[in-house]
């Protein structure tokens, strides 16, 4: 009889509900947001301004949700931590730091997300996690990744749009993602390619997937139809707005117009994939009987373990993470000169120091620096162009060196037949790239070994030349006589300083 009651209380000791149990999940979850305030903060200012990922804020509550339909099971579960996903945890944690470091923002936000399905795997252990691994897995949809595949959605539906209206007989020329038919010319913008659709689709489509097949072949086979359908009903809607307004004579389908079309048609096609997918609707599985494991005392030491790994990982980070100095940069940068005359369009924003100016022989030289990690602006980021895109159009470009350092060279020509050349070069401490993906990830480097706080970029223009081999050898002898001085900076030393 005695045994029988210690051995309940065992069983109650290691139940979700159990006070302790909550008390180290509690602890931990305090330390994993310790971690990744900074990224938790700007997933959601990324959630409230941006309409294609203002879904995040019902990733969460869905997830609890799923979790809660099956509060039947998991009140009367038995926690069985593991350690099998704290190796996971540590590498995840690693590439947040780095992330963090590089200021790759998607990337420290999609480590928030697995270290927080790694951490909760572990604590609840192998049979739950498996158990809830779509609730888990859901998470990852808070992350506002994706628009990387904006570029190729645009491509994609450009195709489509110009395959049917010639299937349709409507005169039709194509250059990149401009599309002219006799009554206007269209372009596939980064509005029109369908990223918020196919995310939306992709999201919504997942969830319905797993609550209306129980075969994971099914669920599976929904997933990549909800995947290719948003991007083939792109290809039809741009195709029909661009068919209306040619039947139209433009009068209708263009301004506001075709975004409202785009929203009714996407509805039509989400109701159209639930209505396909219901003909395969498997039965709702009878209620299954909860299954009781008994605690054991390996499950209760994996719990300390668990605990005892999982905690000083998290407080490393934290304290690893804020050994990286960050300059708060204000509204001005600390030096900023440029000519105002200038039509090259070099713009790098947010710089400590930005400057640029032309010499007796024509030759204008430009300068952006950068703290490797500094709360406003960035050296590697899109919003940074070497040239105005509007003005220019690349001719030719080629990778040289210049006292063994690499150099990018790019010629230039104008709609009115101008031509342009320069030449840059990405400099972080001793290391010299014209590779954007190298340089970020020396920037990291950089701050996390502390061999330098600062990096830069160097360029040098000509305008006006139209011989290409002239301006190549003009350019390369200006970049080795231009003196760019080492740029200093002594508060970063000390930590984190305001630059007004």
Not at 238 to 250: F, K, L, N, P, Q
Request: glycine share 4%.
């Amino acid at each position: 009889m005695t045994y029988n009651s210690a051995e309940q209380s065992n069983n109650i000791d290691d139940k979700v509900t159990n006070t302790r149990f909550l008390v180290s999940l509690a602890l931990l979850l305090l330390a994993w947001t310790l971690v990744y305030q900074d990224a938790l903060i700007a997933m959601e200012a990324i959630w409230s301004r941006s309409d294609t990922f203002a879904h995040g804020y019902f990733i969460l509550p869905i997830s609890l949700w799923l979790l809660w339909r099956d509060k039947a099971n998991l009140l009367a579960s038995t926690v069985q931590p593991t350690w099998l996903p704290l190796p996971l945890l540590a590498i995840s944690l690693f590439v947040g730091l780095f992330a963090y470091a590089a200021d790759i923002n998607v990337l420290m936000q999609l480590s928030a997300v697995t270290s927080l399905i790694f951490l909760l795997w572990a604590l609840v252990g192998n049979q739950l996690a498996w158990r809830y691994k779509f609730p888990l897995a859901y998470l990852l949809f808070a992350v506002p990744m994706g628009e990387n595949l904006i570029p190729w959605l645009q491509d994609v539906t450009a195709w489509f749009t110009v395959f049917f209206l010639k299937l349709n007989g409507i005169p039709v020329y194509v250059d990149g993602l401009y599309i002219q038919i006799p009554t206007g010319m269209f372009e596939v913008a980064v509005a029109c390619s369908g990223i918020r659709y196919l995310i939306a689709s992709v999201a919504v489509g997942s969830l319905y997937g797993y609550l209306t097949y129980q075969k994971t072949y099914k669920q599976v086979i929904f997933f990549v139809f909800a995947l290719l359908l948003p991007i083939l009903a792109n290809g039809i809607r741009a195709y029909g707005i661009v068919a209306i307004a040619y039947y139209s004579d433009m009068e209708y389908a263009t301004g506001a117009d075709h975004l409202i079309y785009g929203w009714l048609f996407f509805g039509l096609i989400i109701m159209l994939m639930f209505w396909i997918g219901g003909f395969f609707a498997d039965e709702e599985p009878a209620a299954e009987k909860v299954k009781r494991n008994d605690a054991s005392p390996k499950s209760r030491f994996n719990n300390t373990l668990v605990s005892a790994i999982s905690l000083p990982l998290l407080l490393i980070t934290f304290y690893l993470a804020h050994l990286i100095p960050s300059v708060d940069v204000g509204e001005d940068s600390v030096n900023n000169t440029k000519v105002s005359d200038s039509s090259w369009g070099i713009t790098f924003a947010n710089a400590l120091e930005n400057s640029q100016s032309t010499n007796e022989f024509g030759i204008e030289s430009f300068r952006a620096v950068y703290a490797n990690k500094q709360t406003r602006g960035e050296l590697i980021s899109w919003k940074n162009v070497t040239h105005n895109y509007d003005r220019w159009t690349v001719i030719e470009s080629k990778e040289l060196t210049v006292d063994g350092k690499p150099v990018m060279l790019v010629h230039l020509r104008s709609l009115n037949g101008q031509a342009r050349s320069y030449l840059y070069q990405y400099k972080v401490d001793d290391f010299h790239s014209v590779n954007k993906n190298r340089t970020k990830l020396m920037q990291a480097w950089s701050s996390l070994s502390r061999q330098s706080d600062f990096s830069e970029i160097r360029a040098v223009s000509i305008v006006g030349l139209m011989d290409f081999d002239l301006a190549e050898q003009k350019l390369l002898k200006s970049f080795k006589s231009i003196d760019f001085p080492d740029f200093l900076f002594e508060p970063i030393l000390k930590g984190s300083s305001r630059v007004e």
